[in-house]
C-alpha cells in the first residue's frame, strides 16, 4: 500500500498578478479622478474673473481690429438685458470701428447688437433704421444667421406697435431659416414669439402648440431665458383657460428661470404678467407689490414702455382699492411720461450720455483693466497652490501605493518560498513513505513465501503425525490383542487339571 500526504500551494505568478492587476485599477481610477477635478478646478479658477471682466480685458489687450469689434459685440449683447447704458456705449464703439476698417460681418453684427439696444430701450425708429442696415449687408453676404435674428427683432418691434399682422410675417421669415440650423436652441425664440402673436389674436390652440415646442427644446438644453419665455406664454394660456393652480406656477418658474441668469429685462416681463394676472383675480396686494417691482426696474433701466405700463396696472390697482389719490398721481406720471415720448428728449439724452460716457469709459477701462490684472494674478497664484497641493498629493498616494505595491509583492515572496519549503518537506517525507512502502511490501512479499513453506511444512508434518498415529493405533491394536491372547493362555493355563 502507498502512502502520500498533499497540499494546494500558491502559485506565485497568478497571485501577483492578481495584486498588480487590483493596484493598477486602483492607480487609473486616481489618476483620472484627479484629472477630472483638474480640470474642474481650472473651470472653476478660468472663471474666476467673471466672464464679462474677461471679454473687456481681452478687448483691452487684442490689437486685431476683427478681433475687438467680435468683443465689442460680445460685451453689448451680454449688457443688453442687465445694464442698457454700457450695452449701448460697447454696441456703438463696436459700429464704429467695424465702420472705420470696413469689415462688412462686424458692420452687420454691430447694427443688429445696437439696434436691439434701442429696441429694448423703447427707440423704434432707431432700431428699426440699423436692423434695416444689418439686414443688407447680411444680404450682400448671404449670412442667414444675421437676417433670421434680424427678422426676429423686427417682429418684435412691430408687435410692440400691436401691428400682430406685420409682426407674424417676420417671425415666420425668421422661422424659415432658423429651421435649416442643426442648433436647436435658435427655435426657442421665434417659437415663443409666434405663440405670443397667436395668444394676441386670440388663436390659443396654435399658440399652445408653439409654446409647447419652445417650451420642450429650453427645458431640454437648459436655455433658461427661452424656458422662462415659454413658461409664462404657457402661464397666460393658463390663466385663459381658468387654471390658476398652473397659471401661477408657470409665472413663479419663468421668473425664478430669469432671477437665475439676472435677466433684468425678463424680470420686468414677469413682473408685468404677474402684476396683470393679480389684477385680474382681484388680489390687490400682490398685483401691487409686482407692479411696483416693475415700476422700480423699469424706471432704473431707463425702459420707458414698460415704466408707462406699470403707471397704467397701478391706476387700476388704486382706482379698484379706492386710493384715488394714489391714481390721480399715476395719471400726472402716465402723462408727463408720454409727453417725454413724444419730444425728442430721449435722442437728446441718448446723445448726451454718449458724450459722458467716453470719458467715464476710458476711466472704467482703466480701472477694470488693474483689478483684472489683479484678480487675474491673483486666481494665477490660487491656480499654482492648487496644483502643487493636487502634485504633493498625487506624489504621497503613489507612494503609498508603490509602497503597499512592493509589501504585497514580497509578502507573496516570503508565503511562497514558505510553502515552497513545506512543498519540498512534503515531497521528502512521501519519498521517504514511498521507501518504507517499498520494503515493507518486500518484507510483506518474504512474510508469504515463509508462510506458504510453513504451511507445507505443517502439511507434512501432520501427514507424518497422521501416519505415526496411525502406527500407534496399530500397535495399541495389537497390544490389546496380544494382552488378550496372554490373558486367554493364562486362563487355560489354570483351567487344566494335573496329572
Given amino acids: 500500500m502507498d502512502f502520500c500526504i498533499t497540499t494546494k500551494v500558491i502559485h506565485t505568478k497568478s497571485n501577483y498578478g492578481q495584486v498588480a492587476h487590483n493596484l493598477r485599477n486602483i492607480t487609473y481610477r486616481f489618476v483620472l479622478l484627479l484629472v477630472l477635478f483638474n480640470h474642474i478646478i481650472n473651470i472653476n479658477l478660468s472663471a474666476q474673473p467673471a466672464k464679462i471682466d474677461s471679454l473687456i480685458l481681452k478687448l483691452n489687450k487684442t490689437a486685431d481690429l476683427p478681433d475687438k469689434v467680435k468683443i465689442y459685440n460680445k460685451i453689448c449683447l451680454h449688457f443688453t438685458g442687465k445694464d442698457p447704458k454700457k450695452a449701448l456705449l460697447y454696441g456703438r464703439d463696436g459700429l464704429e470701428l467695424a465702420r472705420r476698417i470696413d469689415n462688412k460681418i462686424g458692420i452687420a453684427m454691430s447694427s443688429f447688437r445696437l439696434g436691439t439696444v434701442y429696441y429694448v430701450s423703447g427707440n423704434y425708429s432707431l432700431a428699426l433704421k440699423l436692423f434695416s442696415q444689418s439686414l443688407k449687408i447680411a444680404d450682400v453676404l448671404n449670412n442667414r444667421e444675421i437676417k433670421a435674428n434680424v427678422y426676429n427683432n423686427t417682429g418684435l418691434i412691430y408687435r410692440a406697435q400691436n401691428n400682430n399682422q406685420k409682426a407674424l410675417e417676420y417671425f ?73 393652480k398652473k397659471a401661477t406656477e408657470l409665472y413663479l418658474s419663468g421668473l425664478a428661470n430669469r432671477e437665475k441668469i439676472n435677466d433684468i429685462y425678463g424680470k420686468i416681463n414677469s413682473y408685468a404678467n404677474l402684476a396683470k394676472y393679480y389684477l385680474s383675480r382681484k388680489n390687490y396686494e400682490l398685483a401691487e407689490e409686482y407692479a411696483n417691482l416693475m415700476l422700480e426696474k423699469s424706471k432704473e433701466q431707463n425702459y420707458k414702455e414698460a415704466y408707462k405700463n406699470s403707471l397704467q396696472i397701478l391706476h387700476k390697482i388704486y382706482a379698484a382699492t379706492n386710493k384715488f389719490d394714489r391714481a390721480y398721481s399715476t395719471v400726472l406720471q402716465t402723462i408727463e411720461l408720454q409727453d417725454s415720448l413724444r419730444s425728442n428728449e430721449t435722442t437728446k439724452l441718448i446723445l448726451q450720455y454718449e458724450i459722458l460716457a467716453d470719458y467715464n469709459k476710458k476711466k472704467q477701462n482703466e480701472v477694470l483693466t488693474k483689478n483684472n490684472e489683479k484678480i487675474i494674478s491673483q486666481a494665477e497664484v490660487a491656480r499654482v497652490q492648487l496644483h502643487q497641493k493636487f502634485l504633493i498629493f498625487a506624489i504621497l498616494y503613489l507612494l503609498i501605493a508603490v509602497l503597499i505595491y512592493i509589501w504585497s509583492y514580497r509578502l507573496i515572496l516570503k508565503k511562497n518560498k514558505i510553502l515552497e519549503l513545506q512543498k519540498q518537506q512534503i515531497n521528502e517525507k512521501n519519498n521517504k513513505i514511498k521507501q518504507v512502502s517499498t520494503e515493507i511490501a518486500i518484507q510483506e512479499k518474504k512474510i508469504i513465501t515463509q508462510h506458504t513453506k510453513l504451511k507445507k511444512q505443517t502439511q507434512i508434518i501432520k501427514t507424518q503425525h497422521d501416519k505415526i498415529q496411525t502406527h500407534e493405533n496399530y500397535f495399541l491394536n495389537e497390544l490389546n490383542n496380544a494382552s488378550y491372547v496372554q490373558k486367554a493362555a493364562t486362563s487355560l493355563k489354570l483351567d487344566t487339571p494335573v496329572t
Fill in 172 to 244: 415666420f421669415r425668421s422661422l424659415e431659416i432658423h429651421q435649416k440650423s442643426p442648433d436647436s436652441t435658435i427655435l426657442i425664440a421665434p417659437y415663443t414669439n409666434l405663440g405670443d402673436i397667436y395668444e394676441a389674436t386670440g388663436q390659443y390652440d396654435n399658440s399652445e402648440i408653439y409654446y409647447n415646442k419652445a417650451y420642450k427644446i429650453a427645458k431640454n438644453t437648459n436655455h433658461f431665458r427661452g424656458l422662462a419665455f415659454a413658461q409664462t406664454g404657457l402661464a397666460n394660456l393658463y390663466a385663459i383657460k381658468k387654471d390658476h
